[in-house]
């Protein structure tokens, strides 16, 4: 059962390339609007995120939000499936907030663990969406063995190139995440393996939010 959690600010959004045009400009950034902001989880799927693996966790400070795995393992190695090598997880949360605000995803923080024979290669990727958007940008960060520690990627976007939620609309954030490790030219006989987890960090994924209110109607 996935957690539905409430927040005492705003948070969400999206990210992607360009800008969307808005037909009237919003206003300068706010704090977190008054009353209650909720985050329910509507689907959770994927191979690295099985049923009652992962949870969302919304922070005191309503400036961000925490997405934890407890069984997202790619890996490769003598007692590997053929599909091991690669873990996805794709997540849809509905975000409910005070009418008057919007918002947008600015930085996300990924964390988790890696042990990467010489020769072999871990992915981290990720891409953000509204339900309904074509707009979709995917970034990701390459992991080179040898290699045997906790691994983060930081992906930051930048201001001009935030993507704020439809003003008076509904529609799910959508997360999807993904990770790969190939052997490469590593000794075959030897397991190589990433993780997006809690075992060492506590926490798999931090997203931080930016907001606005809309402009009045």
Same mark, same amino acid.
């Given at each position: 059962?996935?957690?539905? +959690? @409430? +927040? #005492? #600010?705003?948070?969400? @959004? +999206?990210? @992607?390339?360009?800008?969307? !045009?808005? !037909?009237? &400009?919003l206003q300068e950034p706010a704090g977190p &609007? %008054? #009353?209650?902001?909720?985050?329910? %989880?509507?689907?959770?799927?994927g191979s690295g995120? %099985? @049923? #009652?693996?992962? /949870?969302?966790? !919304?922070? %005191? /400070?309503?400036?961000s939000f925490s997405v934890t795995y407890s069984q997202y393992l790619a890996q490769v190695g003598p007692q590997s499936q053929p599909t091991d090598f690669r873990q996805n997880c794709q997540i849809s949360l509905r975000v409910s907030y005070p009418q008057g605000y919007t918002f947008a995803i600015h930085k996300v923080d990924y964390y988790g663990f890696a042990h990467l024979q010489a020769g072999a290669r871990g992915m981290e990727q !990720?891409?953000?969406?509204?339900q309904g958007s074509p707009q979709t940008e995917r970034r990701s960060h390459t992991f080179t063995g040898p290699y045997s520690d906790n691994w983060r990627a930081t992906d930051v976007i930048a201001t001009e190139q935030l993507v704020w939620a439809p003003c008076g609309m509904q529609r799910n954030l959508n997360i999807n995440t993904e990770l790969r490790v190939s052997a490469g030219t590593s000794d075959k006989s030897r397991t190589s393996f990433m993780t997006m987890d809690e075992t060492r960090s506590k926490v798999s994924t931090i997203y931080q939010f930016a907001w606005k209110e809309c402009p009045a109607a």
């Open positions: 059962m996935y957690r539905s +959690l @409430a +927040l #005492g #600010g705003v948070v969400v @959004a +999206l990210l @992607a390339s360009t800008v969307s !045009a808005q !037909a009237t &400009p &609007p %008054p #009353g209650k902001v909720t985050i329910e %989880p509507q689907t959770v799927n995120c %099985p @049923a #009652g693996s992962t /949870d969302v966790l !919304a922070h %005191p /400070d309503n400036t !990720a891409s953000f969406y509204f």
